[in-house]
């Protein structure tokens, strides 16, 4: 087909604008190293709710109708959202689309979710089939914590290579650029994407995300280079989300000896959200809204202003359930890219 | 846009052919009114697995690659794989496409999954950005009841207004026409998508899903009608699913108040899968299966047989969780719909 680009990548020729994106974080990602950048710092991360899922649901509400506005766009000016979330059965996401009016797609990518909202978003818009697109995704420390691990009241004890869910949300609005009236208006946009495959390299760990998504990762990486016939050089930056700092290290090595040098361009958005040592936060940040809230804040913010001219963005979503761990399954990873030009 | 008509439809111009479909169901329902349709009815509806949730990913596993080798077709040839499921974190969807090395969009519609897979795969190929796509979805009776009521054990009573989650997966794969070498066959094909948004009418029985799912039954079909200019009779078939019988009476009557009159020509999947008097399945199916199956088997057959020519599916999905039901949250519901003709 036309737009296809070797095994698993897509020009998106038209390339979609993202003309707004909005970062709403907890206290604790606005005490770290990216605060600046977020776009709504929250004071309370219950924000005002009576619980951790409802708080999840309230914030990315606040991020889906702030980037909405921001964009000068009303809910009924988008043909569709795309966003999923760490819960079970999504309800984050659904709750929030259930206020919002807009037809809704309902995905699942775990942490890999905001590449894949955005990676269906520009094929909406591509294909001439939408004019105003939402993706977004959201996650919660302490609705994970309950969910994935123990309640916060055990007091449980975390192991060296753990992650921190962020508690956080992004959501971006992407448009076709036949739809931006002011023509000298310059907005990032979506050049390519590639869309992973599941990979599943035996890690039994489920504390050990990092190293259970880094193949996904890589291969994606892999995979991206190959199609496009891009080097590493050609970005400025090339972000996963959210391997942290282990995983980032495996990233580093493995796609070494695929012959891809990513050393100097090359970082992952749960190590760059949290000040480990400072923060007590382990192996650094993870969850849907950790690459989600990377880059509608730190990313999108940089490239706006001409820092960033050529960004690879690879959420990452390591796909296990509680359910399929105890039953002694291994830890799939999958991983999405997304090529944002400016 | 030029491919969109009214506010939630989208006119699929290169009609993508289901070039083949792929039933497989649990022993329950080969016993039901629609067995002779299914192409493979399991004897043991744990499929030789140990755990009910390994055995739903086994069978989901046979249903795609049953698609696949039907239409000809290797794993590889496939550009994306679209799929999801009810359980927690889609674990059926994401170990099955572990085994499958296709790039993967994981969803979460509930019910509605079948419709929303159908809906982008369609997008994906009438856009030009895949050649062959697979669309598919799962549920079982028991992994499900587990998880969202309590496990079989207990022989907890049902409530009349109860529906039976189908053990069952459908799979489709879609090709653009310009694929098929051989011009003379003919195949369904997708003309029209209608994409739901998210309707809550305040119930909070998470028993009674029939009665929480059809508002959004209703507002798609009234959006699909009024978006095409389409009446019910233009359809020799419009299936809901998964309604039940009591979420069927209550579509008919709502959307009568619209002033459409169904009654000639609709049904629901839910309704036709089971016996429920000689099953004992109370108010008929649910789960993603059950429309999946019945599309893929039912339906599937009838529309290459000649028997239907014109059908339009409603995927039904019910989207609280058991977490947000206990937080007294109402249940909301969607439904995606797809005009299927030959």
């Known amino acids: ?30 005490e770290g190293p990216l605060h600046e950048y977020f776009d709504e710092i929250l004071k309370d991360d219950k924000n005002g709710q009576k619980s951790f899922e409802k708080a999840e649901s309230s914030f990315m509400y606040k991020a889906i109708t702030g980037a909405i506005n921001e964009a000068g766009l009303k809910n009924d000016d988008i043909n569709y959202l795309l966003a999923g979330d760490l819960l079970n059965q999504t309800i984050s996401s659904n709750y929030t689309a259930r206020d919002l009016e807009i037809p809704y797609f309902g995905l699942y990518g775990a942490c890999s979710t905001m590449a894949e909202s955005l990676s269906l978003a520009s094929i909406l818009i591509d294909g001439g089939f939408a004019d105003y697109v939402v993706a977004a995704t959201s996650s919660h420390f302490s609705s994970a914590e309950r969910q994935y691990r123990f309640p916060l009241e055990y007091g449980s004890q975390k192991a060296e290579c753990t992650q921190r869910t962020v508690t956080a949300s992004g959501a971006m609005v992407l448009a076709s650029q036949s739809n931006i009236e002011d023509k000298s208006r310059v907005y990032p946009y979506i050049s390519y994407i590639t869309t992973g495959k599941v ?12 190293a259970a998504m880094a193949p996904a990762a890589v291969d994606t990486m892999y995979n991206h280079f190959r199609d496009t016939g891009r080097n590493p050089d050609y970005y400025d930056v090339i972000l996963t989300g959210d391997l942290g700092n282990f995983g980032r290290d495996i990233t580093t090595k493995l796609i070494k000896e695929y012959g891809y040098d990513v050393s100097n361009v090359y970082n992952d958005c ?18 849907c809204g950790c690459s989600a809230s990377v880059a509608c804040g730190y990313l999108y913010k940089k490239m706006i202003d001409g820092e960033i001219t050529k960004a690879l963005l690879i959420s990452t979503g390591a796909l296990m359930s509680p359910t399929a761990t105890y039953q002694g399954e291994t830890v799939p990873g999958i991983a999405h890219a997304v090529a944002i030009e400016i």
Chains 1, 2 share one sequence.
């Open 1 to 30: 087909m036309r737009k296809r680009t070797g095994k698993q990548t897509v020009r998106i020729e038209s390339h979609p604008y993202i003309i707004s994106a909005r970062s709403v974080v907890g206290p604790k990602e606005g």
């Open 199 to 210: 990979k599943d390299y035996g890690i039994l760990d489920s504390a050990n995300m990092g």
């Open 270 to 287: 749960g190590s760059m959200i949290f000040n480990d040592d400072e923060q007590n936060t382990k192996c650094g940040g993870s969850g």
